[in-house]
């Protein structure tokens, strides 16, 4: 690391000039050569898919996305000749989009209509299926269709996801208020010379990770719309954390005496090494998504890890060769690099005075943050959870209205006959359907053109989030259609996004040991190699699960208990299904950091002194205060993302805001040094016979070099 610091800070013309060529170039191809982001949600194997792939196999003329343009009035027939005019008008203007392959006439003869007269709809037929049909000119005609809202007292509204997700609004004020904040605590922390360092070097690390993803990663794999937000959030948090603590440290040795050359490559000899060990752990649980073998995460899994590599490789280039130019206008520390002082200093000595108290209330705290989750239920949520104004929610609240809570939930039932034209199964499927307990209506078959696949819609007596919708399919599957199915030689599938929601946790069950016992075993394995300690790992292990079962607490008291919920919407209803896999990887990862952050400097004090008491209390001194700050900074960023978004993001945002929060100020300043004091020199061992077959790999500078001409250490308190 000595030498990478070294070459970095010597060649700066160099190392500035590649930097920039890489942010010119890839801002170039970003714009040029961009792929597109693809949504599509493939769950190969399972029931729900089978069912999507016979559709597309067997009624291609039915395999696009849908959506449903809703009529309404308040008063009298919606279909009345007075309405006439402005629904022709409506279905004109959706006809026009190049996008729309057909439209269902509302005035055709069956045409569905709410029993008061006052409700009806027509479903839109995309050509493409859903994650191809492209956003753009979708939101060109909602916006069109709108603007024909109210003429003559006729209600207009557009549902659907294409609807929702090509008209949703992301972003905007959060993402500049976190922005803010960050400068703000980095500008109390380093200074106004230093602050821009992590700021810069977040944006060039961004910009080159981002195009990476949207140039290459798309080109290889379908990724996500939302892949690009989630990497920007954690790349612009550990962007900035990453060269806060090497910058911390820099200041530090300014602040002990040494030049601005010999604090850079100090900096990146310790802090550096810290920061390239903390961003390997979070790349192996970015990438650990991939091995649940759900498509729709492989985009965020690689774009995440993309940001972090990119922001770890500007912390230990791009910094050490901007610090050779600006290094001596730093404001140095007003402390030595192993002076105890401030805030940091008493709080350490208070923790190790009181270790025992200090731990129980800590894991008290703890445990009542993570009680909520006992409760938290993984669903889909349905549009009830928009906006009040979203044309979506409108419409979802129109159809509940006019047709049942169930009509928004349909069941789809691919049926494969065992002869073609064999449709004594059919009617069976639909009698013993229509007699299950939460099953409103069953509709007609429709038979394909070949005479050998049929599909069925059955609705619901209950809305698509409600846990009661979840029992009707699974009744279904198990319990009312196999014997239908054994009696006549029927293939039965069930899809719709019940059933595909059902089959999702499922995977995620099947996949979820295999995720947790690669991604926590190899970090711990590096811990237990780094550190040399077996209790090091296995309490690391321990507090991250504290933090993340927390950080699930604070989602499900918010987002399904409904307790302070109007701040992201007001709206309340089931934990999406990928977001704890999302928010495990993601905090696991980020808690690595500060794990390492802060144990590198006390098993460095350990090194020297083998005091185990002195070695915590010093070095929670020493990095007490660097942790906060870049804990502050993260918990902006991702608080950011929580406002103004939709409630999917709104949940990421406040899981991981949360985590970290619960991380760095309860585990990391309480629990972690109180567990520590109470194992003394324990926490350090380990088996002679283990340590002579581990490969080494320190965390800190050959102890020759890192004990050479070193000043007695002093403790100050002020």
């Not at 550990?238 to 530090?252: H, P, S």
């Not at 899809?495 to 040991?513: C, E, H, M, V």
């Amino acid at each position: 690391m000595r030498k990478l610091a070294a070459w970095s800070h010597d060649r700066r013309r160099t190392v500035l000039g590649v930097w920039l060529a890489a942010f010119v170039v890839a801002i170039g191809l970003w714009v040029t050569a961009a792929g597109e982001f693809v949504n599509n949600f493939n769950l190969p194997g399972t029931e729900s898919q089978r069912t999507y792939d016979l559709l597309q196999e067997k009624f291609p003329q039915q395999s696009g996305d849908t959506a449903n343009v809703v009529f309404a009035v308040k008063d009298g027939a919606v279909l009345d000749a007075a309405h006439r005019p402005t629904i022709e008008r409506v279905v004109a203007e959706i006809k026009r989009s190049p996008e729309v392959l057909a439209v269902a006439d509302p005035f055709a003869k069956g045409a569905p209509v709410s029993k008061d007269g006052r409700i009806t709809f027509a479903q839109i037929q995309f050509k493409e299926p859903p994650g191809d049909v492209d956003p753009v000119p979708v939101k060109t005609m909602t916006e069109n269709v709108l603007k024909l809202d109210g003429q003559d007292g006729v209600q207009v509204a557009l549902g659907g996801d294409i609807i929702h997700w090509s008209t949703a609004e992301t972003g905007g004020a959060g993402e500049m208020i976190g922005i803010l904040v960050a400068a703000i605590v980095l500008f109390l922390t380093l200074g106004i010379i230093a602050m821009g360092l992590p700021l810069l070097n977040a944006l060039f690390a961004m910009v080159v990770s981002l195009s990476l993803t949207a140039v290459v990663a798309t080109r290889a794999i379908d990724v996500v719309d939302w892949a690009p937000q989630l990497a920007a959030m954690i790349g612009i948090g550990v962007g900035i954390d990453y060269a806060l603590l090497i910058l911390n440290r820099f200041r530090l040795e300014r602040g002990g005496g040494r030049d601005v050359r010999e604090a850079t490559l100090i900096a990146i000899d310790t802090s550096g090494r810290a920061v390239l060990f903390a961003g390997i752990v979070v790349v192996i649980a970015m990438l650990g998504m991939m091995l649940l073998g759900i498509s729709f995460l492989y985009g965020p899994a690689i774009a995440a890890a993309l940001s972090v590599l990119a922001t770890m490789a500007g912390a230990l280039t791009l910094i050490p060769a901007l610090l050779s130019k600006i290094g001596g206008r730093v404001k140095p520390a007003t402390q030595g690099a192993d002076t105890e002082a401030g805030f940091s200093a008493r709080w350490s000595g208070f923790v190790a005075r009181r270790p025992a108290p200090v731990a129980i209330i800590a894991l008290a705290v703890l445990l009542a943050l993570a009680a909520p989750a006992l409760h938290m239920r993984l669903a889909t949520s349905d549009a009830s959870t928009y906006k009040s104004d979203d044309t979506a929610r409108v419409a979802y609240d129109l159809l509940k209205e006019g047709f049942g809570a169930g009509f928004n939930a349909p069941l789809l039932l691919g049926v494969e006959l065992p002869e073609p034209g064999d449709t004594a199964a059919l009617d069976q499927i639909t009698e013993a359907l229509g007699k299950q307990d939460g099953i409103a209506q069953v509709l007609p078959p429709q038979l394909n053109e070949a005479g050998d696949t049929a599909t069925i819609i059955a609705y619901p007596t209950t809305t698509p989030q409600d846990e009661r919708t979840d029992e009707t399919v699974r009744t279904a599957r198990s319990t009312t259609l196999p014997p239908v199915a054994d009696a006549t030689g029927a293939r039965i599938s069930i899809g719709g996004t019940t059933a595909s929601n059902l089959d999702f946790s499922q995977t995620i069950r099947d996949k979820l040991p295999l995720f947790i016992g690669v991604v926590v075993g190899l970090s711990l394995l590096l811990l237990a190699i780094v550190f040399r300690s077996l209790l090091i790992p296995v309490k690391a292990g321990v507090f991250n699960l504290l933090s993340i079962a927390g950080a699930f607490g604070v989602v499900t008291l918010i987002f399904q208990d409904g307790n302070f919920a109007s701040l992201f919407g007001d709206a309340t209803g089931p934990i999406e299904s990928f977001l704890p896999i999302m928010v495990f990887a993601v905090v696991f990862g980020l808690s690595m950091d500060y794990e390492v952050f802060l144990v590198s400097r006390m098993h460095e004090e350990w090194t020297h002194t083998r005091d185990a008491k002195y070695a915590v209390q010093h070095g929670l001194a020493m990095t007490g205060r660097v942790v906060t700050a870049a804990a502050i900074i993260m918990i902006a960023v991702f608080g950011a993302f929580a406002i103004g978004n939709e409630r999917a993001l709104a949940m990421m945002g406040v899981g991981f805001a949360s985590a970290i929060f619960i991380d760095a100020f309860i585990i990391r300043l309480l629990l972690l040094p109180a567990v520590m004091h109470l194992a003394g020199p324990a926490m350090w061992w380990m088996p002679a016979w283990l340590d002579k077959r581990l490969p080494h790999l320190n965390i800190e500078p050959p102890e020759e070099r890192a004990t050479v001409d070193e000043p007695e250490r002093e403790v100050v308190y002020r």
